[in-house]
C-alpha cells in the first residue's frame, strides 16, 4: 500500500469532504481518503493507494471537487 499526504485549501465542511473523498476515490488504485478537516484553512488529506498516485491526477481530481491542492511545506 502507498500513502500520499497532501494539503488543501477551501474546504470548510462535510460537504468539502464529501466533494474531495468521491472525486479522489475514482481514482484508478485509490482505497481509503480521510479528511483533517481545517475549516477555512488548509486541510490535510490522507490517501491510501494500491498503486503510485500521479501528483498531477491527484490535483486535476482536487480541483474537479472545487477546490485547490497546495505544497506541502513540511
Known amino acids: 500500500m502507498n500513502t500520499t499526504t497532501i494539503n488543501v485549501s477551501g474546504m470548510t465542511c462535510g460537504h468539502c469532504i464529501s466533494s474531495v473523498t468521491e472525486e479522489l476515490t475514482a481514482l484508478k488504485g485509490v482505497e481509503t481518503v480521510s479528511v483533517d478537516l481545517?475549516?477555512?484553512?488548509?486541510?490535510?488529506?490522507?490517501?491510501t493507494?494500491?498503486?503510485?498516485l500521479d501528483p498531477a491526477e491527484i490535483s486535476e481530481a482536487i480541483a474537479e471537487a472545487g477546490y485547490l491542492m497546495v505544497a506541502n511545506n513540511a
Open 49 to 52: 493507494s494500491t498503486l503510485t
Open 38 to 47: 481545517n475549516a477555512g484553512s488548509i486541510s490535510e488529506v490522507t490517501i
